[in-house]
């Protein structure tokens, strides 16, 4: 089974092509030099970005020309299946992939009927982001971190989904993001911090730690950021770039403490048989490390995703859900009624 | 809390034939009587072993039947529209229709127009004020449910109290902040759970007190709103939004926006501009198209609207810009 999937659920506009369980292409849009060939300007969030780009990384990742002096030529006969992303997000960056999933669906007819369209929950495509080249166990804890999300999900099988945990506020990437923006790193730091937190001493403030109620998985980070805008806020700017690691440090140091001690009271509830951790913070080796070691300390396997592009938002996550899907059956039965949903529950 | 219109009636039976009520309100537990009656006023006393000197607040039921009792010139009539209803006794200069120990010794009047539909109700219906005091003895602190109230009293004085009405326990806020505001002086006489710097201007020291800031708000509004949030990372905006939210009966948990930009939860929409850099970003949001239909739209970084975005939105919308500064790390002041 061939399978085109599509996510534009954010900022990046994600098109990836999949054999099964196997990636051939994973294209995302800032992370291509897309724009060197094209030469566009990249605006941020919104549908017009989307609108511009999606061609292109749908091309990019069939392999087909991106110019018409370009000679690469994919197979659109080939795809049986195109997967989208239906939400969570931005809606209106969701309708962008929608649209084109739709679109491509009727255009591209195989044999009298449309191609067949599978609808995804962005979340779930997180969790299966772990799975690729690795082995599962059931019942597994997922610790889903990015930008937009923090959870902690119990999976029991895939397609069978609780979640036990979830922040009450900010997510984890959000509030490391933010934490970058009052240190001037601009907005979003969150990889600057962790560059910066390797240097630095996580001990110079003291943090607070939030929800110590062993009862509860659920996650809070705004506390936090305003505890750390308050440290920061009087300080000379001099001196604030002269410890800057430290101050990284510190933030960064706070975050993971929060996201270790939660998903250690979800584990030792829980007691699954493997962990799993994706999502773009996971990108960062410090917490992948305390995480393993953690992983370790239960004797517990854990898996994550084995590069960095499967962590931050991408399409072959996606794919690899409609996968499972399309061998259920789990097709939108409608092409035509099939809409965004910006607050998709898993 | 509800209560059917044959309990209400009974409630004020019992008030105009001079009765004692214990009733719940939007603080503590408070005892009821009719206040234009003398026998009524002095059995409070009595009951709380009142100096007669000291006053007793008073509840209206909005500010039309506060200016029949007391002096309100237009200046105080802005503090009135602005903190009530609401956790707030408003301390006015009295009309010297309510006996000596409703108005105090120097002719003042306290008056609360409580955030409560039942004691507005019994006013209403009685036509008239009852008394606002929390159900303890003088010196004594406040009670949140009938039986505690109960367990401190002597024989003679539970035979006194002519109906219980239980609204179960209460949640424990505080009694209200009681304000003399004569000639704009604001004066704040006891700290309840909200304080004010001035009509507009309130402090919050906790993620408690900015929920009820919220509350406030939302219990004037009448009509489809946007309220614009503006203030630093922090300050309690979300806070705020979230509280929003649950007024208006949204059970799923509410979040932070910034990733998505806005969350939509029917009548409600939570949005956040933190994230938008440009005016064009705005017009690909479909911006104007998103915050119509909706009852009550809260926009936390109104000012990354951009200036022209800014002033459409005010012609074409109820617009309430709310700021929020920190004064201290525990301490915001919130401009509504």
């Known amino acids: ?346 | 809390m509800v209560f059917d219109k044959k309990e209400i009636k009974k409630i004020v039976s019992v008030l105009k034939s001079g009765g004692l009520v214990l009733m719940p309100s939007d603080t503590v537990y408070i005892l009821a009587v009719n206040v234009s009656q003398k026998r009524a006023v002095e059995k409070l006393q009595n009951f709380k072993n009142r100096w007669i000197g000291k006053a007793i607040s008073v509840a209206v039921t909005d500010l039309e039947m506060a200016k029949d009792y007391a002096i309100i010139p237009k200046n105080e009539e802005i503090l009135y529209s602005h903190l009530l209803p609401g956790p707030f006794t408003l301390i006015s200069q009295g009309k010297h229709k309510l006996m000596r120990g409703i108005e105090a010794e120097d002719g003042s009047l306290g008056i609360r127009i409580p955030d409560n539909k039942l004691i507005l109700e019994v006013a209403k219906k009685l036509g008239g004020p009852i008394s606002a005091t929390s159900a303890n003895l003088s010196g004594r602190r406040p009670h949140y449910s009938v039986d505690s109230f109960i367990k401190t009293l002597s024989e003679k004085k539970k035979k006194m109290i002519d109906l219980i009405v239980d609204g179960g326990k209460l949640p424990r806020n505080k009694p209200s902040t009681v304000m003399d505001i004569r000639e704009n002086q604001m004066k704040v006489l006891r700290k309840g759970e909200l304080v004010t710097k001035n009509s507009q201007s309130f402090i919050s020291n906790s993620e408690r007190e900015t929920q009820k800031i919220a509350q406030l708000v939302f219990n004037k509004i009448d009509k489809p709103i946007i309220l614009g949030l503006s203030g630093e990372l922090g300050t309690g905006k979300t806070t705020f939004s979230k509280e929003i939210g649950k007024l208006m009966g949204i059970e799923e948990k509410i979040i932070s926006p910034t990733f998505n930009i806005y969350n939509d939860y029917g009548d409600f929409l939570h949005m956040d501009l933190y994230r938008i850099n440009n005016q064009a970003e705005i017009e690909e949001l479909t911006f104007f198209k998103i915050i119509s239909e909706k009852k009550i739209v809260c926009i936390e970084w109104i000012e990354n609207l951009g200036k022209n975005n800014l002033a459409k939105l005010k012609k074409i919308a109820n617009l309430k810009i709310i700021t929020f500064d920190y004064i201290d790390e525990k301490t915001r002041e919130i401009k509504i």
Not at chain 1, 88 to 94: F, I, N, Q, T, W
Not at chain 1, 103 to 132: D, T
Not at chain 1, 162 to 177: C, Q, R, S
């Open chain 1, 1 to 346: 089974m061939k399978i085109l999937a599509i996510e534009t659920s954010c900022d990046d506009t994600c098109a990836a092509v999949l054999e099964n369980e196997k990636i051939l292409s994973n294209i995302i849009s800032s992370q291509t030099d897309l724009y060197k060939e094209w030469g566009g300007v990249v605006p941020n969030i919104a549908k017009q970005a989307h609108m511009e780009r999606i061609d292109l990384v749908v091309n990019k990742a069939l392999n087909l020309p991106l110019t018409p002096s370009s000679k690469k030529r994919g197979n659109w006969s080939d795809i049986d299946v195109i997967a989208v992303t239906q939400g969570p997000g931005l809606a209106v960056a969701l309708g962008v992939g929608i649209d084109k999933a739709k679109e491509l669906a009727k255009k591209y007819s195989a044999k009298g009927g449309g191609k067949k369209l599978v609808a995804v929950n962005h979340i779930e495509g997180h969790i299966l982001s772990a799975f690729f080249k690795n082995k599962i166990e059931f019942p597994a804890l997922c610790l889903t971190v990015s930008g937009g999300h923090t959870k902690i999900i119990l999976v029991n099988k895939i397609g069978d989904y609780k979640i036990v945990g979830e922040t009450l506020d900010d997510a984890a990437g959000e509030a490391l993001d933010k934490a970058a923006k009052m240190l001037g790193l601009g907005y979003p730091g969150g990889p600057i911090i962790e560059r910066l937190a390797k240097t630095g001493d996580k001990n110079i403030l003291e943090m607070p730690k939030v929800l110590r109620d062993n009862k509860i998985l659920d996650f809070s980070f705004s506390g936090i950021k305003t505890s750390f805008y308050y440290k920061i806020k009087d300080l000379p700017k001099e001196k604030i770039a002269k410890n800057i690691a430290d101050y990284a440090a510190c933030f960064q140091d706070s975050v993971f403490e929060q996201l270790e001690r939660k998903f250690k009271l979800a584990i030792e509830r829980y007691k699954p048989k493997m962990l799993l951790a994706s999502g773009g913070v996971m990108c960062n080796l410090e917490l992948r490390k305390r995480l393993r070691k953690m992983a370790k300390n239960f004797d517990i396997k854990i898996a994550m995703p084995y590069k960095k592009k499967l962590n931050t938002d991408n399409a072959a996550m996606i794919g690899l859900v409609a996968y499972h899907k399309a061998m259920r059956g789990e097709f939108v039965e409608d092409i035509d009624m099939l809409e965004r949903e910006a607050r998709l529950r898993l």
